[in-house]
């Protein structure tokens, strides 16, 4: 236990709370000098594919809430797979290693129309809170899940909640991964630094306002209710992804398909994707390409 702990923050000293700043921290931008083919910016959109896991992660108590999961892969994600098709994307599925037991052939498909399947957990638990050595052996695990159902060994991660404990980066780094996915300490690609020193690791940063849970996740048992009308959520991303064009930088999105796969809200995400293409210059990549292209074309 830390000498400081019965401290109040602000009668820490210096030494204290740079320690707890340095412990992850944002390094160089990975903003490439240019993009794919003489594209302005890059599209990389996200599907955090959590179906049962969450109400797993709580007990399993609620077949309700089992059942909205089990929507997301039976009407959900084949109806984003088919979408994608359509318009000749791909994308990155953040898988938690219980649903990829729970539907394999899902992954395989996926994986099959150039998608990436990335980690995401073993059961949606919540890594930043967990014992070192239970989360190293849970993400060591899930990788191998992913890969034994693919084929392809994941280079990505995206924490269940979006939050780092004091060893995931170091977990990340000796899982040798191309990148994380969980961060917010940017809009484009930056190397996260582990205590003062550089990781190798690529950020490929997300944002609340980017996502479409916060808008429209819903909970009959809390006070958690939809609060934005599908209108107002496409404004936001098109408003987020025009931003991206106008900088030459990089529009990210995070999708969760028992969210955005209903009838009166895919059609957002078709949406952007038409906006996006109509411009004629944008790159649509997984997470994976964008954070390669980033860290091997990033502006000295």
């Known amino acids: 236990m830390s000498e400081h702990t019965s401290l109040e923050p602000w009668q820490w000293p210096d030494a204290h709370w740079q320690k707890l700043v340095d412990r992850v921290r944002a390094g160089r931008s990975l903003h490439p000098t240019h993009w794919p083919d003489g594209a302005r910016c890059a599209v990389a959109l996200s599907f955090d594919s959590d179906h049962d896991s969450n109400e797993l992660r709580d007990g399993g108590k609620s077949i309700g809430r089992l059942s909205w999961g089990q929507y997301g892969s039976r009407v959900a994600v084949p109806r984003i797979q088919k979408l994608l098709a359509r318009f000749d994307v791909r994308a990155s599925f953040y898988v938690p290693a219980v649903v990829a037991k729970l539907y394999p052939?899902?992954?395989?498909?996926?994986?099959?129309?150039?998608?990436?399947?990335?980690?995401?957990?073993?059961?949606?638990?919540?890594?930043?809170?967990?014992?070192?050595?239970?989360?190293?052996?849970?993400?060591?695990?899930?990788?191998?899940?992913?890969?034994?159902?693919?084929?392809?060994?994941?280079?990505?991660?995206?924490?269940?909640?979006?939050d780092f404990s004091d060893s995931t980066l170091a977990i990340e780094k000796e899982m040798e991964l191309l990148y994380d996915s969980s961060l917010m300490a940017d809009e484009n690609c930056y190397e996260l630094m582990l205590e003062g020193e550089p990781s190798g690791v690529v950020e490929v940063p997300v944002e609340w306002v980017r996502d479409d849970a916060v808008y429209f996740m819903m909970n009959r048992f809390q006070s958690l209710r939809p609060y934005t009308a599908p209108t107002d959520v496409l404004d936001i991303f098109v408003r987020e992804f025009e931003a991206a064009y106008e900088d030459g930088g990089l529009f990210q999105l995070t999708m969760h398909p028992h969210i955005i796969g209903y009838r009166s809200r895919i059609w957002i995400l078709e949406e952007v994707i038409r906006r996006a293409q109509a411009k004629g210059d944008v790159w649509f990549a997984t997470h994976a390409e964008v954070a390669a292209w980033s860290l091997k074309h990033a502006a000295p």
């Open 105 to 162: 052939d899902e992954q395989r498909s996926l994986t099959a129309d150039g998608h990436e399947i990335g980690i995401h957990g073993w059961i949606h638990e919540l890594n930043s809170v967990l014992p070192a050595k239970d989360e190293r052996d849970l993400m060591m695990r899930a990788a191998d899940v992913l890969e034994a159902v693919t084929g392809k060994r994941p280079v990505g991660l995206r924490t269940p909640s979006w």
